[in-house]
């Protein structure tokens, strides 16, 4: 980092990334509870995934205004308000046994990770050297890797573990979401009473000056907006399925250890995570990019095949192998944009409206054919990935190599 005084603020942050992620690893077991406890079809059920990334997709960018007018710590406090009240509305939802009450609720939930995600990702990339603005939002990231791969372990249990698994019971949601509640307002408490240096987009000056031109003229941008909207279409349909896919692969397995099992894919996406950021000290993270993508293509067409284990290891590698793709999308998308980064952030965390487009695709794809043949999706998804990694990323679409990125902090 180039300034001991950011360490303490990056740290905070980082801690921000666990929640959002703890709250996706939830989302994809309830999409199978749902399916059985609220007897309905799988493509009524992405409407969870349609209500969380759809949130993203309209509040983002009003967030990215709230931010670029008050400020970092202000949007990361708001955004902690709205996932409490969401994790609380929970309760009542389970009460009244209402699929369109929990999209609701899931919807004011995701509204918080939205602001959540608009204020933290950009935050941690300017924390620090620009030339390691990947490596650093990967580490942060892994926290929320771990999150994500702790949400499925406690909703494996709670939901389908014992008499909470039955049929018809959604006493463990309800627990599970009040508890969320609490925890996220005490830490909103903590930040109201922390202060975070605040670092505004007219103090970031290009050594280039390319922040002069429109947003919508850097091609790195531009592309990477484009990238995120299919890596995350692809990132959560294949989790989305995940359960699905494996109790119909003629493998016996069942609700409870597919869960679990799709823990160990998230324990996989963590660890490729803490991986990759090494690997990125060695090669090119777009090159590193690429090659994971094409990697997920050919994992992909052997899930397709529905193999039995082999397919089902398959989807497994698939988690590791994607594990760095939405960091390095942003960071790469973020690069040499001046004063254009916060609202170049709302725009790339609107593009995860692609997790709420895709599954539902391959919902109807599945529903009509099978699973295994909606992972046709994420395969398309992880080509278009690979070509943004391959050329997509450059910041000037003419020029084969970019001289380093060099910003310099006004104080």
Not at 62 to 74: D, E
Not at 210 to 227: I, M, S, T
Not at 246 to 251: D, F, S
Request: glycine fraction near 8%; charge should be positive.
């Amino acid at each position: 980092m180039s300034k001991n005084k950011y360490l303490i603020p990056l740290i905070l942050v980082t801690s921000l990334f666990f929640l959002w992620g703890f709250a996706y690893g939830l989302l994809d077991v309830l999409n199978k509870h749902f399916q059985e406890t609220l007897n309905i079809s799988k493509t009524r059920s992405t409407l969870l995934q349609g209500a969380y990334f759809g949130a993203y997709f309209l509040i983002a960018l009003p967030a990215g205004i709230f931010m670029n007018k008050y400020g970092y710590r202000k949007g990361i406090i708001l955004g902690l308000c709205l996932y409490a009240v969401g994790a609380f509305l929970f309760y009542p939802a389970a009460e009244q046994l209402s699929f369109n009450f929990f999209l609701v609720a899931l919807f004011i939930l995701a509204s918080g990770l939205a602001c959540l995600e608009t204020a933290a990702n950009p935050y941690v990339t300017i924390l620090g050297s620009p030339e390691t603005s990947e490596t650093r939002l990967n580490l942060a990231q892994c926290f929320n890797g771990v999150g994500a791969f702790l949400g499925p372990i406690i909703a494996a249990f709670l939901f389908f573990g014992g008499s909470n698994g039955h049929q018809g019971n959604l006493d463990s949601v309800k627990i599970i979401y009040v508890i969320i509640g609490i925890v996220v307002l005490f830490i909103a408490c903590f930040f109201l009473k922390t202060p975070l240096p605040e670092i505004k987009e007219s103090d970031i000056v290009s050594s280039r000056e390319l922040d002069k031109k429109p947003l919508f003229e850097h091609n790195n941008f531009k592309f990477g907006v484009v990238a995120q909207f299919f890596y995350v279409a692809a990132q959560v349909g294949i989790a989305a399925f995940f359960i699905n896919y494996c109790t119909e692969a003629n493998t016996g397995i069942q609700n409870a250890k597919a869960a679990t099992l799709l823990s160990v894919g998230l324990v996989l996406f963590t660890v490729g995570r803490f991986i990759g950021t090494a690997l990125m000290r060695v090669f090119a993270p777009n090159k590193l990019l690429t090659a994971y993508a094409l990697i997920n293509v050919v994992l992909c067409i052997i899930v397709i095949l529905n193999r039995q284990w082999l397919s089902v290891y398959a989807l497994l590698a698939v988690f590791f192998f994607e594990s760095i793709m939405f960091p390095t999308i942003f960071a790469l998308g973020l690069k040499d944009l001046g004063h254009h980064t916060k609202k170049a952030s709302s725009f790339l965390i609107m593009s995860i409206v692609g997790g709420a487009i895709m599954p539902v695709v391959m919902g109807l794809i599945a529903d009509k054919y099978s699973t295994a043949i909606s992972y046709v999706v994420p395969l398309f998804c992880f080509l278009i990935v690979a070509w943004y990694g391959w050329k997509g990323y450059k910041v000037n679409a003419s020029s084969e190599e970019e001289e380093p990125l060099k910003i310099v902090f006004r104080h």
